[in-house]
């Protein structure tokens, strides 16, 4: 199993709500990554866990809260969205984190009313 | 902070043409250079990528990327395109011993049959 699993693949929310999204990996990978597409943009970093523990957070909102339960999966909850939050939100995992490809999910299509 | 710059937003070929897409980056230590392609509607998959000794490296799909340490590129290259190659490119950097990937703003290329 070389594949990272997003759910949902879309979702739409309004700036009051409170969701989840999940990301799952079964590769065995210790090192997971939430990152954030804009349209015509390329990824950009949000957070990384090593080993379940925080370890980079690139100075993102408090709206977003990451969450590693244990070594497969990846949480990202979202409260207070705004609209400009919109985007697709990537899940990544390599297998310790440094010098090494990451495997990239499908994504969460993400819109904010 | 490491920075990448892809000298190209869109690229329109014909089938069987060449392929040359730049990626520069800046960066004074160890770099690990990445390729990523994103076919329409599906995830960032990783096309090849460089860390150490030959500089010529080769991928997935005929595609091959030259590092030239002194010009700080990692140029991406495929002899004759196919329609199939129609996709969004990215280079990307991983500065030695970083989590961080940092990715260029990436290049369309849309291959005419």
């Known amino acids: 199993d070389t594949e990272v699993t997003q759910t949902p693949k879309h979702l739409v929310m309004g700036m009051t709500n409170k969701k989840s999204l999940k990301c799952e990996q079964h590769?065995?990978?210790?090192?997971m990554y939430w990152y954030k597409q804009k349209a015509k943009k390329p990824p950009e970093l949000m957070f990384v866990?090593?080993?379940?523990?925080?370890?980079i957070n690139e100075s993102v909102p408090s709206r977003f809260s990451p969450e590693c339960p244990n070594s497969s999966l990846l949480n990202l909850h979202l409260h207070a969205l705004q609209p400009e939050d919109s985007a697709l939100y990537l899940c990544?995992?390599?297998?310790?984190?440094?010098?090494?490809?990451?495997?990239f999910g499908s994504g969460t299509q993400l819109s904010v009313l | 902070a490491q920075s990448v710059s892809q000298h190209n937003h869109h690229v329109i070929l014909s089938e069987a043409a060449s392929l040359e897409l730049g990626c520069n980056y800046s960066y004074g230590g160890t770099v690990n250079l990445f390729w990523y392609v994103q076919y329409p509607g599906q995830h960032l998959q990783l096309l090849l990528k460089?860390?150490?000794?030959?500089?010529l490296v080769k991928g997935i799909k005929g595609f091959e990327a030259e590092f030239i340490k002194s010009k700080f590129s990692f140029n991406l290259r495929k002899p004759s395109v196919q329609w199939s190659d129609t996709a969004e490119y990215f280079c990307a950097v991983n500065a030695g011993g970083s989590y961080q990937l940092t990715f260029g703003k990436g290049t369309k290329l849309s291959v005419i049959p």
């Open positions: 990544a995992s390599s297998l310790t984190g440094q010098r090494e490809k990451l495997f």
């Open positions: 460089y860390f150490s000794g030959d500089p």
């Open positions: 866990y090593s080993y379940e523990k925080l370890s």
């Open positions: 590769m065995g990978h210790r090192a």
